[in-house]
């Protein structure tokens, strides 16, 4: 009699061979997740070949139990089944966390065990140096704002050093489509061999009067892609793909001849917000002055989110043509102070997921900015009326009299203000009584999270205040937190006690209330 063993052996063995003989029809069906890519995995024991490598990599790391989606057989292990060797490395990329949970990590041990060096990818000297000088030409303030609609958009400053040439947040998604305004991603088509056309608008860059700049831009996107591809696990060509393009500028310089100047760009953070879902990112750095000293890029893990100061880290130092290209879903990244005098010029491409495309796409939308819609909706009539009626030409009078009806759009000056909104909003994302949006701060030490403007001293200490102290109001609703906490926004305040919120007021007391679980406050930045 055969034992259970061998008979489970023996099934195993008449699944495998009917799977091998079967092979290479089920690898030309489509995975019955997404209907997109090409089922590429067998899962074990039940052997089926249903699923492509991203989606069970997503299998995976979502589903405690790992079912099969055929069968619902909690499987154990996979078989990737490449389809070429183009794709084995992107494909074994999209299933490392299988190879983690095989010894039984959850997706947090993975995440905070797995190496960072295989999700950046930094080349010096990468772009080539004809199409650096293209771009620099491009990216002058004087060349982008000739003859545009609205030059206020392509030379937004945030301080005295930062320069916004393309500036993500001055194009949002249109109002009411989102609870909150995300990055209006442009369209880009790629072919077989990986090259990028555009297949949308691109931010408020003109058509006509930026088409060399938009046609380097896609070539730039077009050398990044394989990367884009090894960190991301995603198969890129022959996709549309949606990418969120920016450009800016800082121009360091020392005030004072007798003092240096240290501009510090960013602290730790993650391009975008977790709704805007940037999986993978590509910089390219058109220019770094040699004068200047420091800037360089450091990476930890994002499980390590609030760890200030992680052990495992990468740090790389991007010059000029250098491209650097990183997964934003596992890491974040942070810039380090800059010194000396000079300029430094970037690029940025931000993937969106492509399991999670944006709706509706910049390819549906018109443009946003009114100028520009009002030139083309002219020429638009100007055709119509020239098919339609047999006319040579149309009295431009007629044409605007027929927009005035019709006049969508926005000023530079509205977009401007949602820009301004929507950082407010993300950066001071609580509104008090007044409606009034007033500062909170963010975890920086401690065990739990302070979100008040202010506080009156009790049985505490607290370094806030000089001289006499008095209650101050805060914005409600307040948190309970223990520990020592610092603002981080100017003014610098430093606390220490365990604070607690009554119905009324804000006091400091000891042994008042349990601290509930910390929260972060999500701010979006893209700096490199």
Known sequence: METTAQTQEAQELTAKAAWDSATNDQAESLCIICLDSARAVRLLPCNHCTTCATCTARLIGSSAERQCPCCRTQFQRVELHALDSEDQSSLERALTYESATGDGLSLKEFLLTTTIEPFVLHADGKIPVTLVQRMGAALEIDALCEGADEASLFSGTR????TDLIDPDLCLTPPGSAELARWQAAEAETDASGVVRWASWVNHLD?????????????????????????SGHRLRGKRLQVVVGAFQHMIFSVDQSQQTFYRVSDWHIDGTPEERVVA?????VEVSTSLVGGGVEFARQAEVWVDEPEATVTVQPTSGSLLVFNNALLRHRVHTISGSGRRRLIVFHLIDPGYRQEPSAATLPRQLCAQRRRESLTALAAAFTEVLHLRAVPPEVLELVWSFASTGATSEELQRRRDDSRRCRLMPRADSTGTLAP????????????VSEWQSGTGTSSDFE???????????ARFATGTFRRTMAPTRYATGTFYRGENNLSISEGMGTPPPASRNERRCSIM
Do not use: N
């Open 159 to 162: 301080d005295r050093y930062w």
């Open 207 to 231: 058509a006509a009067r930026h088409r060399p700049l938009l046609a380097d831009l896609a070539a730039i996107l077009t050398l990044a892609l394989p990367q884009l591809e090894d960190v």
């Open 281 to 285: 990112t590509a910089t390219c750095y």
């Open 440 to 451: 909170r701060t963010r975890r920086a030490t401690g065990t739990g999270t302070l979100f």
């Open 467 to 477: 001289g006499t102290t008095s209650p101050r109001r805060t914005m409600a609703p």
